[in-house]
């Protein structure tokens, strides 16, 4: 079988997007109403998991302190004080955030900087 049409050396694809930066890192944008697979926030995943690591270890009296923990990590007591706030997290925000279904806007730049205690005006502002 042969084909009457001729196939183009080039072919040029037109895909609307920005790019934005997010947590130190570039990341590709759609248009509004894009629908966009679902993808996880390594870094706030990964910072969800030393946070509630570093919170067994204290619930567990391997450290009495947040300073001596601190220490034992290498990093600074705020730091890592900050970081145990997400522990505080609603249990369905978390598995938001491990499903990679957050908004775009939840970030942990963001989270780090403060969020409701309560569950349902997290829920509210998330």
Do not use: H, N
């Not at 920005?18 to 679902?38: C, D, F, I, Y």
């Amino acid at each position: 079988m042969t084909s009457r049409t001729q196939i183009p050396d080039t072919v040029t694809l037109y895909v609307p997007f920005r790019v934005v930066k997010r947590g130190g890192k570039k990341e590709m944008q759609l248009p509004e109403g894009a629908t966009q697979s679902q993808r996880t926030d390594s870094t706030l995943v990964k910072a969800l998991a030393r946070a509630f690591r570093w919170k067994r270890m204290l619930e567990s009296g391997e450290f009495v302190t947040i300073a001596e923990l601190a220490e034992r990590e290498g990093i600074a007591p705020s730091y890592m004080t900050r970081v145990l706030r997400l522990t505080l997290l609603a249990p369905d925000i978390v598995d938001t955030i491990l499903e990679g279904r957050q908004g775009p806007d939840v970030i942990l730049a963001r989270l780090m900087d403060g969020f409701p205690e309560e569950w349902e005006r997290q829920k509210k502002s998330f």
